[in-house]
């Protein structure tokens, strides 16, 4: 009987042993498994890694009027290393209205469940970004950060060259992106069919206050990949 008692207390000091391994297990990042297809060659810091900023705009300000700004990243490629990174400052200011036709169209279709509107959404997706850029205000580079690619065929490239990709960080004081987002609503507003005017106002509201309080980029949805 005492055998049999201390094989069960052995087997289940096992078990145990299992499953902690089990939940102290590290995630897989999915990240990890997309291999690039170039050999970086050079970076305007002298790193291999990239700034945090580029994935987490608010981290390129260190100053202590962060709280008080929006930040907003895009980026450029281009065989001239200057004509890549005025190429990116250029887009990641355009990224600011971008995202402001992202944001109202995405707050639209939740509200209305993507099934009634399609002409507000389809003119949110296809005129507001543009027309939207016209009330950007005070934006302005802070910084910015290149790298030299070669993409080799032999590495899965559809080509071999080389070439400078660039990331610029703009950021833009929120009270001066709240007045945009109330100027594009106006806009919107002021374009759209009557029917549906009414309702638009409504699930807008407070569109400019929601979209200044973001923390974390939208992502924008190009209009070619939509199905």
Request: glycine letters at 4%.
């Amino acid at each position: 009987m005492k055998k049999l008692l201390a094989l069960f207390m052995v087997m289940a000091l096992v078990a145990s042993c299992g499953s902690s391994k089990k939940e102290t297990a590290p995630k897989v990042d999915d990240t990890l498994k997309t291999q690039p297809d170039y050999k970086l060659l050079e970076t305007s810091t002298g790193k291999s890694t990239r700034p945090e900023w580029v994935l987490e705009p608010s981290k390129g300000d260190k100053s202590k009027e962060r709280k008080k700004n929006r930040y907003f990243v895009n980026e450029s490629e281009h065989s001239s290393k200057r004509l890549a990174v005025r190429s990116a400052e250029a887009r990641a200011t355009a990224r600011i209205a971008q995202e402001i036709a992202q944001f109202m169209k995405n707050t639209f279709a939740e509200a209305t469940q993507g099934g009634e509107g399609e002409d507000v959404t389809e003119y949110m997706q296809e005129q507001l970004a543009q027309e939207a850029q016209t009330f950007i205000v005070g934006a302005r580079v802070i910084k910015t950060y290149w790298e030299k690619r070669r993409y080799l065929e032999a590495m899965g490239a559809e080509e071999d060259k080389t070439v400078y990709t660039a990331y610029a960080l703009v950021k833009i004081g929120k009270k001066a992106l709240e007045k945009a987002v109330r100027r594009s609503r106006a806009k919107l507003l002021g374009d759209i069919a009557p029917e549906v005017k009414q309702k638009t106002d409504k699930i807008l509201k407070d569109v400019d206050k929601a979209f200044t309080d973001l923390e974390s980029p939208v992502a924008v949805k190009d209009i070619d990949s939509e199905e």
